[in-house]
């Protein structure tokens, strides 16, 4: 029983190593293919590592390859994958252990798999990766790495440049190559930035002289990009940046050093002509700067117990060229240059842009009878245009006296002419009368009745404009100086008399000092005036007067407003006979009533624009040109009744191109040769003789 249960047991051992050994050899393969189409290589393939695979039906051929030594499973893969891509295709796996077998030049839009920078694949699988690109741009290494990788394959090479990204696509090992020498790339594109402080050179002189050592020369294609080092000024802390490679930063820094260096203490003249300030303005604020430097030099030294001596400054300005004319010390120059640098800016312009806007509305109406008797009285009421008195005496002045006989002692007689009617004083009060008035007289009873009403309305609208530099006074003004009598002087006997006249500016006034502040607000000195001749008085003429002075503050483009005037008057004015003139409505025959009702509206805005270049000034000046040519084309169209539309003056085009005259050779030319009629250039008419 004992020695039957040992064979058993080792019987049972031995099948087992068996069954282990079998496995093991499974595991190993030894592929040897000719002849053999290449679909059933793939399915042979697929069998063995128990994969599903999928043909696409481009895919046709047959393949010869053995192998002589045991693979792997993984090796086998491999060595599967190393045929496919010797013979254009690839194998790109799905999910659920699916893979497709496809052209290599399909295998880009494929979904193969995206790695990162910890994969480990290193064969011939298709992969895409992407690779971030630190100190060089991406725009300059593609072209490069095209050249590297199987662009008529399945591989290809795309860059990012928002992100300085590349995406690469093809086998595994290939991917790995491009990674490798982008990573050796970047490396050597890697560039650091160096601040150099300067004791006695000024940092925005030094960049001008390094920059034009590096220009590189006309016809010469000159040094690679990446060896030009990048180099900034900065005048505040007057320090060069230099940026760029490791050689380009230490030769550059090589060179400021050597040019930094103290210099003479000879005085220099500089010469400096100015862009946009007034040479005159300017000299004032240099020659406070200097005095200030200096008096901190002086008390420098004086701390450290050196000798001091007065440092000469000479600061002139020459108003022809509007130029300065500096000598100073090197030091002392180059703080000058700084500062006229800062002050010599274009300076903004403010467009002022005002509108006055009036409404006036006034009604009024009067009514009132007047009695006379010749025995007794009249009644007289002086809130009429004329009174009753005094149209009594224009019509006794006017009527005249007879003639008359005188008889003397001896019994002559003698007969005065009649005296003609003074008509003067009648006309005078007639004119005075405004609307109706109509007079009864019977026997020794007169009346007169007066009935007026009066409407005025009125509509103002005016926009002045004016454009001015920041920090200048402007001043417009549209209207006429009217002369004012300011005294009167008679000699003894009315000899001799003479009167002082003065003349004052009577129209639409506007004065502005615009300032503009940090931002896009302007604060804005005004004063407007609206003035006109209203008529005249008993000692001279009267003027209307509508005037505003403030100060404000407004933003560029937007409207505000300065004042205004709501205004509104009634007025109701009766005169009356005692108890006679309070009787119901036969109280009107003994009353004069008188009513007024005056209103106006009053409004001032206004408008400031910053104008801080040439294009808003250009912009805003053809839009008001073509405007005012709008309108004269307007009337044109309209045309005059009496006259020929031609004599109507029309602006030309805006920026229109002028019209030359010929040159001194084509006028020669056209005298010479051809007639006038055959050249397209008008000669002018010769002169013709004045008969007058």
């Known amino acids: 029983m004992m020695k039957k249960f040992l064979l058993t047991l080792i019987t049972a051992l031995a099948i087992n190593g068996l069954c282990f050994v079998g496995q093991?050899?499974?595991?190993?393969?030894?592929?040897?293919?000719?002849?053999?189409?290449?679909?059933?290589?793939?399915?042979?393939?697929?069998?063995?590592l128990k994969k599903t695979m999928i043909i696409d039906p481009n895919v046709r051929g047959k393949i010869n390859v053995r192998s002589y030594d045991l693979l792997s499973e993984e090796q086998y893969y491999q060595f599967f994958l190393n045929v496919l891509e010797v013979y254009g295709y690839a194998a790109v796996e799905m999910n659920h252990n699916i893979v497709k077998i496809i052209r290599n030049k399909d295998a880009k839009?494929?979904?193969?798999?995206?790695?990162?920078?910890?994969?480990?694949?290193m064969g011939d699988e298709m992969v895409t990766r992407v690779v971030e690109v630190k100190n060089v741009t991406v725009r300059e290494l593609v072209p490069l790495l095209r050249q590297l990788s199987d662009q008529a394959g399945g591989g290809n090479v795309v860059n990012y440049d928002p992100a300085n990204v590349i995406m690469l696509t093809g086998t595994a090992s290939t991917v790995n190559r491009l990674v490798k020498i982008i990573e050796r790339v970047d490396r050597a594109g890697d560039q650091d930035v160096e601040i150099i402080k300067l004791q006695?050179?000024?940092?925005?002189?030094m960049v001008r002289i390094i920059e034009a050592m590096n220009k590189p020369s006309s016809g010469k294609s000159g040094q690679p990009t990446f060896l030009i080092p990048k180099i900034v000024a900065d005048d505040r802390s007057n320090s060069v940046i230099v940026s760029g490679e490791v050689q380009a930063r230490e030769r550059v820094t090589r060179l400021i050093k050597r040019l930094d260096s103290e210099l003479e203490s000879s005085g220099n003249t500089y010469v400096h002509f100015l862009k946009y300030s007034k040479a005159e303005d300017l000299v004032k604020v240099l020659q406070g700067v200097s005095d200030s430097i200096s008096s901190e030099s002086t008390g420098t030294k004086t701390k450290s117990r050196t000798s001091s001596t007065k440092r000469n400054v000479s600061i002139e300005a020459h108003e022809s060229?509007?130029?300065?004319?500096?000598?100073?010390?090197?030091?002392?120059?180059?703080?000058?240059?700084?500062?006229i640098r800062q002050l010599d800016k274009r300076r903004a312009q403010v467009?002022?842009?005002a509108i006055i806007v009036e409404v006036f509305e006034s009604d009024g109406i009067s009514l009132g009878v007047q009695w006379y008797n010749e025995a007794g009285g009249f009644t007289q009421f002086t809130n009429g245009p004329a009174s009753i008195s005094s149209i009594a005496a224009g019509s006794i002045a006017a009527e005249g006296e007879k003639g008359t006989t005188i008889i003397k002692e001896n019994g002559d007689t003698i007969v005065n002419p009649d005296t003609n009617g003074d008509y003067s004083i009648l006309a005078q009060v007639l004119g005075n009368v405004s609307g109706m008035m109509f007079g009864i007289a019977k026997n020794d009873w007169g009346a007169i009745v007066q009935a007026v009403s009066s409407d005025t309305n009125s509509n103002i609208l005016a926009t002045p404009s004016i454009t001015t530099l920041d920090n200048e006074e402007a001043y417009f003004l549209v209207g006429q100086e009217v002369p004012i009598i300011t005294g009167s002087q008679t000699g003894s006997n009315n000899s001799n008399p003479f009167q002082t006249v003065d003349r004052q500016e009577v129209g639409i006034k506007l004065r502005v000092t615009p300032q503009i502040n940090e931002g896009n607000a302007v604060q804005l000195i005004i004063e407007q005036e609206v003035s006109s001749v209203s008529g005249t008085t008993g000692v001279d003429i009267s003027i209307n007067k509508r005037e505003i002075k403030t100060t404000v503050i407004a933003d560029s483009g937007a409207t505000i407003v300065l004042g205004g005037l709501i205004d509104e008057d009634v007025q109701e004015s009766v005169q009356k006979v005692p108890i006679l003139g309070d009787i119901p409505f036969i109280g009107h025959l003994f009353k004069s009533t008188s009513n007024t009702t005056?209103?106006?509206?009053?409004?001032?805005?206004?408008?400031?624009?910053?104008?801080?270049?040439?294009?808003?000034?250009?912009e805003i000046s053809e839009s008001k040109y073509n405007y005012i040519r709008a309108d004269q084309i307007r009337k044109q169209e309209e045309g005059l009744s009496l006259m020929s539309n031609e004599n109507m003056p029309i602006l030309p085009q805006w920026q229109d191109k002028l019209a030359?005259?010929?040159?001194?050779e084509d006028y020669q030319n056209k005298l010479n040769g051809k007639s006038v009629e055959d050249s397209n250039i008008d000669l002018p008419k010769p002169p013709t003789e004045d008969k007058h």
């Not at 093991?24 to 063995?48: C, D, H, L, M, R």
């Not at 005056?598 to 805005?605: C, D, G, I, Y």
């Open 598 to 618: 005056r209103k106006r509206n009053l409004m001032v805005f206004l408008r400031a624009t910053i104008i801080r270049d040439a294009g808003l000034m250009n």
């Open 24 to 48: 093991a050899s499974a595991a190993q393969y030894s592929p040897n293919f000719k002849g053999t189409e290449i679909t059933e290589f793939v399915n042979i393939v697929g069998k063995n």
């Open 321 to 339: 060229t509007n130029s300065l004319v500096i000598t100073a010390q090197p030091d002392m120059l180059r703080s000058l240059k700084e500062v």
């Open 109 to 121: 839009t494929a979904a193969i798999p995206v790695v990162g920078d910890k994969s480990n694949l």
């Open 351 to 353: 467009l002022i842009e």
């Open 660 to 664: 030359l005259p010929p040159s001194f």
């Open 200 to 205: 006695y050179a000024s940092a925005g002189e």
